[in-house]
């Protein structure tokens, strides 16, 4: 039996032009799990023998990508193991590859995200769990200290209250720049959050000039980062870069989310093998090979992957 990995992909290869896309729905919008309730549910309060899920876009990309990730480098899966868990690695996958894609959404939903992040209410005999919101809330920052990384800084007045810092993000969130100068912005943006640099002190009567180290990830290189974009305008987005350099290693663009602020809908694209998709849970027809790669104007988040050491 083929994988779902494996599907996709001899669709892609079989690929004539003439239907593009995959031949059935991929993680589709929502979802229902029917409880198969025994003797003892009876006494259950309250009685609930289904639960629905809405506005699951706010995790649908990202499941999606984080599959392709998992199935793009052989060694991904343990490494992502050590963050994420063995269990729910394997868990993920299969569910996946059995097409279970409303469970493999609960398993996220209850093993990752805290109570507080989405809301659940009994209507009837339905469990009804809305997870209408901000994906970065939803998925990025339910991914433990995958990304975790630090910058230490020193000012060098010797009477500064506040001489040496340490600077520590669970996430990368990258601003867009306050001028606007020539070259690669996203890069550029990239570069001041990750790379060494000295500027003016701003504690107050200072003075005196901080020397900021590399940022550096607390936990080694992870296999995948994803940059938080939505801050950006579509206008400054003319040009993403398919490679970064980040803390020493060199990343790879593997896809993307997109925001819709009209329907406030998410959206992915990624890459297989060169190939790019678009993926949509929305849609009837929701996985989709595209013919060029896709514009990135309603940009929510930037994936990248490591690249292999030769």
């Known amino acids: 039996m083929k994988t779902l990995f494996e599907e996709i992909k001899a669709s892609i290869k079989n690929n004539y032009n003439q239907d593009r896309s995959f031949w059935r729905p991929v993680l589709p919008w929502g979802g229902v799990f029917t409880i198969k309730a ?3 549910a009876v006494s259950c309060t309250p009685l609930y023998v289904e ?9 649908d990309g990202f499941l999606m990508l984080l599959y ?7 060694n991904f899966p343990r ?25 493999v959404k609960l398993l996220w939903i209850w093993d990752k995200m805290e109570k507080q992040q989405y809301k659940s209410e009994v209507h009837k005999a339905s469990l ?21 990384t630090i910058q230490e800084s020193y000012c060098s007045n010797w009477r500064c209250p506040t001489r040496v810092q340490e600077d520590q993000q669970r996430t990368i969130n990258i601003n867009p720049p306050q001028e606007i100068p020539h070259g690669n912005l996203i890069r550029l943006a990239v570069d001041e959050l990750f790379c060494s640099r000295i500027e003016l002190c701003e504690e107050h009567g200072c003075g005196g000039l901080r020397e900021f180290s590399q940022r550096v990830f607390c936990h080694g290189a992870p296999p995948f980062v994803v ?27 593997e896809g993307a989310t997109l925001f819709n602020k009209e329907e406030h809908h998410y959206s992915a694209a990624f890459q297989i093998h060169g190939h790019w998709m678009h993926y949509d849970g929305l849609r009837n027809v929701n996985l989709i090979l595209l013919n060029k790669p896709p514009e990135f104007l309603l940009l929510s988040s930037l994936v990248y992957i490591r690249a292999t050491e030769k």
């Open 79 to 103: 490494e992502l193991s050590l963050h994420l868990g063995r269990e729910f690695v394997d868990c993920f996958l299969y569910l996946m590859d059995t097409y279970s894609f409303t469970t």
């Open 38 to 40: 025994g003797r003892k």
């Open 51 to 59: 639960i629905r899920l809405k506005n699951t876009c706010t995790i």
């Open 227 to 253: 940059l938080n974009m939505q801050h950006w305008k579509s206008e400054d987005l003319a040009y993403v870069p398919y490679y970064l350099d980040l803390s020493d290693h060199k990343y790879l663009l």
């Open 68 to 74: 392709v990730i998992l199935n793009e480098n052989e």
């Open 128 to 148: 009804i769990i809305d997870l209408f919101g901000n994906e970065h809330d939803n998925f990025t920052k339910n991914l433990d200290n995958l990304m975790s």
